[in-house]
């Protein structure tokens, strides 16, 4: 249990939640590969990769220098893409694709933590273009994402403007803290990744969900609660137990195009170089 509801006469808290393995089953980014493909903003060989990056994600995840390099690709993939289109891909699809990989035990505490009257925040590597819709299906009241700049032309220029991940992640979070009240010792944070140690660090109240080894290994040694989720499930399936308000989400971070094939090639190919060496 998370506790009785907030004492509105302290300063406010929140819950900041990575998404990735972590509120859904799947990677955000790669389960819109086919989406993608279908709308002309990646090819066939791309989307077959992004099936075998998926898989590499759920075996094991990306550690630092994956990440890393994935934001270099990400720079060039993008580039020339027409942000309006990459949204209305993602709202076309949302539902189908992001719906069923839910999982029921993170709507449960995202409902909790409203109903105790904390605000809940995503936080993602992933970009905004696909975080945002995600955040709004999920209730959550602020999101933040990897964003890029935008030209003139409506297009992605190519260049990152703000990378959410690691340290920057927990950045962020101070930053939230700063401008909304939040106590961050009174606050939540979940994550699966090892690269968000410093976000759950940041917090009163860090829980390890579904941790990658590192991560485990880290939370035995704080004595951080380790939560296992396992039951994906579609929002509508859980009515009325889910009665969270579909509020908009006020946006942290604002635009970009999270391409599936991002993650994907860049994650196939930092594979292969290992394999390799």
């Known amino acids: 249990m998370l506790g009785l509801v907030e004492n509105h006469s302290l300063p406010r808290t929140a819950a900041f939640f990575d998404l990735d393995k972590t509120v859904i089953a799947k990677s955000s980014t790669l389960t819109f590969s086919k989406s993608f493909y279908q709308g002309g903003l990646i090819n066939r060989r791309a989307v077959l990769r992004t099936a075998y990056a998926q898989f590499v994600f759920m075996a094991g995840g990306a550690d630092h220098d994956q990440m890393e390099r994935m934001r270099a690709y990400l720079s060039a993939l993008c580039r020339g893409w027409n942000v309006q289109q990459v949204k209305e891909i993602v709202a076309e699809t949302l539902h189908d694709l992001i719906d069923p990989i839910i999982y029921d035990e993170a709507a449960s505490l995202i409902e909790e933590h409203h109903t105790a009257g904390r605000d809940v925040v995503i936080v993602s590597t992933s970009g905004a273009e696909v975080v945002e819709p995600i955040g709004e299906l999920l ?65 009163g109240h860090p829980h390890a969900v579904n941790p990658d080894r590192t991560l485990r290994r880290e939370a035995a040694a704080r004595g951080w609660p380790v939560l296992d989720f396992h039951r994906p499930v579609r929002l509508k399936q859980r009515l009325p137990a889910l009665s969270v308000p579909q509020r908009p989400a006020l946006v942290a971070a604002a635009a970009i195009g999270a391409a599936a094939a991002t993650a994907g090639l860049v994650w196939y190919a930092s594979r292969r170089r290992a394999t390799a060496l």
């Open 139 to 203: 209730g959550a009241d602020r999101v933040v994402a990897t964003r890029m700049v935008v030209g003139e032309d409506g297009c992605f220029t190519g260049e990152v403007e703000y990378y959410a991940y690691g340290p920057t992640k927990a950045e962020a979070v101070r930053e939230l803290a700063k401008s909304e009240g939040y106590d961050l010792a009174r606050c939540y944070a979940y994550s699966d990744s090892a690269t968000d140690v410093p976000m759950l660090a940041s917090v």
